[in-house]
């Protein structure tokens, strides 16, 4: 596609409910990141993706959230019975192989656990 | 571990110049990034380092001494459209990208 999209745009979901947030990369990229960003803050580093291979799941808050990457393509964030600490605005970016080359955000999913 | 600083928040006057500085320790590096993000938006690529020196594009210029573990960026001519966070990212050997928290931007008239 033209650009990174993430779906859904805005999810509103009850607390100890599952969900999965989907990010699509721009056809080609290799490295697939996820982010969380609450408001005003930084990024807050999730996982990284190479291909399917997720070489660096070290942000991944806790055992509540896991993700996957399936042909190399799209991506899936799970949360698991979510709490309300854990609305965000939940980030995707991908990058090409190549060394230089920049990463391109998605517009981001706006979860909110009530 | 992985260190990316930047100041959290910077104010300016329209028309002026300011610096944001970024300082870096990260396992490797494969080039420098800076991002800017407007409240409510995702980030957007503004530009890159790999050697020394200075890039200019615009009114944007950044600038990278990898021996010093430094770069800036450096805003011209400041208008209001100017104010966000701008981030600073580091591609470490592992070609994971770290980021720092972002500073800031206040454009005031």
């Known amino acids: 596609g033209a650009g990174v999209s993430q779906s859904p745009s805005n999810k509103v979901t009850e607390k100890g409910k599952d969900v999965e947030l989907r990010c699509d990369p721009i056809?080609?990229?290799?490295?697939l990141y996820w982010y969380r960003q609450s408001l005003g803050q930084g990024l807050e580093f999730l996982i990284y993706?190479?291909?399917?291979?997720?070489?660096?799941k070290s942000g991944l808050p806790s055992d509540r959230f896991s993700a996957e990457r399936t042909g190399g393509s799209v991506s899936t964030l799970t949360i698991q019975r979510t709490q309300q600490e854990d609305s965000a605005v939940y980030l995707c970016?991908?990058?090409?192989?190549?060394?230089?080359?920049?990463?391109?955000f998605g517009q981001g999913t706006r979860l909110t656990v009530v | 571990g992985q260190n990316i600083d930047q100041p959290t928040e910077m104010t300016a006057t329209e028309g002026a110049i300011v610096q944001i500085n970024c300082t870096y320790q990260?396992?490797?590096?494969?080039?420098l990034f800076w991002y800017q993000q407007h409240a409510g938006e995702a980030p957007t690529f503004l530009s890159y380092?790999?050697l020394d020196g200075l890039e200019e594009k615009g009114r944007f210029s950044s600038f990278l001494s990898r021996s010093k573990g430094y770069s800036y960026l450096l805003l011209k001519e400041l208008q209001m459209k100017d104010s966000a966070s701008y981030l600073c990212?580091?591609?470490?050997?592992?070609?994971?990208?770290?980021w720092g928290a972002g500073t800031k931007l206040i454009i005031k008239p």
């Open positions: 380092n790999v």
């Open positions: 990212a580091v591609r470490d050997s592992n070609y994971q990208l770290i």
């Open positions: 993706f190479q291909g399917n291979s997720a070489p660096d």
């Open positions: 970016a991908s990058s090409s192989a190549g060394r230089f080359t920049e990463a391109f």
């Open positions: 990260t396992s490797g590096f494969n080039g």
């Open positions: 056809s080609g990229h290799t490295a």
